[in-house]
Structure formats: structure tokens, C-alpha cells
């Protein structure tokens, strides 16, 4: 029998986490390990003491790719894909590589050590809200077979990408997870993301710089404040956790009630009325 402090299942489980380094991939990183897992991390700067493996990676070559998904052995219980970049001053095809195509790539380079029962859980982001209705000029891209083709895609697409490609790689994201949840179940294999609210990781002063520090002050708030990173992790640790043995194809919003509220027409967007609403962010 496991022991009380295990509920979630992970004491002896192989997880992987990318963007171990900072934010909530550290946050995460440190969960799984005080939880008794043996953790992974990948990033492209050195992870600290919550990983008991570091690889470095870089999501925006395909080479740096394989040879970090070659380094990792069978089998993979979890995988957190926690990288990313906040857009500017990064460039757009940047972070379309490190926030989706690379992500991608590394997530079906991993999914054949994945037995049944094990999970996938990747952060996308409140700034990918209206998915849903971009879903047909999502779904070529996200449906590319693999890196180069993605690639190619984002280059020769930048009218569909719009003014900013995090929000359209978060948007791309939730789409990826909804359609390719569904042949990966059949598999065994769970597939969820998380959509963030304004957290206080590294990424928000690249927010504050992008949007205005008077629009991301000003951002509708219903719980009052930002998250912290962990707020961000638990979820993300829960999601991939055998005890949600039967979700897969979620979309799961950790936005402090953001989305109900705007759903229900309860939030006043009068403050941002002289800001710059292009949608950069913030999760």
C-alpha cells in the first residue's frame, strides 16, 4: 500500500520536465521531487537541485531535439512541457520553435517510451483564449508532421500568425492538445494543458515591457492578485497525476475565475480602454 504522503501517485515514477530551470518548470521540478519521483529536466540553462537528471536542450533546434530525447531512457511516466518564451524581445519564429513546433517535436520524440497510463501535460496560456474560433487556421498548422514542415509553415505564414505569436502558439497549444488527445488515449497515453493566468515567473516583466506596465497592472483580476508559480505547478502535478486517470483533452484554466467572469459578462474592461489590447500574453 502507498503511503498517505503519495496520493498522487508519482513516489518512484520517471517524470520529465522542460524549462526546469526557472519559473513554473522549477516550481514543478521541486513538487515531483519532494514527491518522490525522479525527475528529469530539460532546459537550455543548467537546472538546479530539484532535478536529479539535467539535459540541455534548445527547442529551437531539431538536432539539440533528438539528442536530448536519445539521452532519456524507457520508461516515461510524466511529462511536463513547461519551456517557453514571452515574445518580444525574442523573435516571432523564436518562440513559434520553442513555445509550439519544438515542443511538439520533443513530446513525439519521448511518446514512444510513454507505457500506458502515463500523461502529458503542456502550459499554454489565458493569452491563447479564442482558440476555438481560430480553429481552422490552427488545425493545418498544428497537424504539420513535424518539425521542418512547422517550421516552414510559421515562415511562410505570417498573416495567420498575426501581431503576436505567443498568443497564436498558445492558441496552438489548445488546439494541438484537442485534436491529438484523442489518438493518444487510445494508446494509453493522457494528453491535458494548462492555461495560466498572470504569474509571477520570469516572463512577466517581458509582459510588463511588451503590453505596458499600466495595462498589466490593470488587468482584470478577480482573485485579486497573481498567481505564484506553485499555484501554476500543483495543477499541472494533479493533471498528469494517476489519480486523473480519466481526463485527457482538457483544457484546464488556473486564471483565479478570469474566464468564468468574462464568460458571464462580469468583468469591466473600462481601465484598458487607452491601453494596447493586442493580446500578448500574461500566462
Not at 469591466?268 to 500574461?282: Q, V
Request: glycine fraction near 10%; include cysteine.
Amino acid at each position: 500500500m502507498l503511503p498517505m504522503n503519495d496520493v498522487l501517485g508519482y513516489h518512484g515514477r520517471n517524470v520529465i520536465v522542460t524549462g526546469a530551470a526557472s519559473g513554473m518548470g522549477s516550481a514543478c521540478a521541486a513538487i515531483l521531487h519532494d514527491l518522490g519521483a525522479r525527475v528529469i529536466g530539460l532546459d537550455i540553462n543548467e537546472a538546479g537541485s530539484n532535478v536529479d537528471v539535467y539535459t540541455r536542450v534548445d527547442l529551437r533546434d531539431t538536432d539539440s531535439i533528438a539528442a536530448a530525447a536519445n539521452t532519456i531512457a524507457a520508461p516515461i511516466h510524466a511529462l511536463f512541457s513547461c519551456a517557453g518564451l514571452p515574445g518580444p524581445p525574442f523573435s516571432d519564429i523564436d518562440v513559434m520553435l520553442v513555445n509550439f513546433v519544438g515542443a511538439r517535436q520533443l513530446i513525439e520524440a519521448l511518446v514512444p517510451k510513454m507505457p500506458g497510463g502515463s500523461a502529458i501535460a503542456w502550459i499554454a496560456s489565458m493569452g491563447g483564449l479564442g482558440w476555438q474560433e481560430q480553429l481552422s487556421n490552427l488545425l493545418p498548422f498544428v497537424q504539420t508532421p513535424d518539425f521542418a514542415t512547422g517550421r516552414s509553415w510559421c515562415e511562410s505564414h505570417p498573416d495567420v500568425i498575426g501581431p503576436s505569436a505567443y498568443a497564436f502558439s498558445k492558441q496552438a497549444i489548445n488546439a494541438w492538445v484537442a485534436w491529438r488527445s484523442y489518438s493518444l488515449v487510445r494508446d494509453g497515453i493522457r494528453l491535458n494543458c494548462l492555461n495560466p493566468g498572470p504569474t509571477d515567473t520570469p516572463m512577466m516583466p517581458y509582459f510588463e515591457d511588451g503590453m505596458g506596465k499600466d495595462f498589466m497592472d490593470n488587468f482584470p483580476r478577480p482573485i485579486g492578485r497573481n498567481a505564484s508559480p506553485e499555484e501554476q505547478a500543483w495543477p499541472l502535478v494533479m493533471l498528469n497525476s494517476p489519480r486523473c486517470s480519466y481526463v485527457a483533452g482538457e483544457a484546464f484554466h488556473v486564471d483565479g475565475g478570469f474566464l468564468a467572469a468574462m464568460t458571464t459578462g462580469q468583468l469591466d474592461f473600462s481601465a484598458l480602454a487607452t491601453a494596447d489590447p493586442t493580446p500578448e500574453g500574461p500566462g
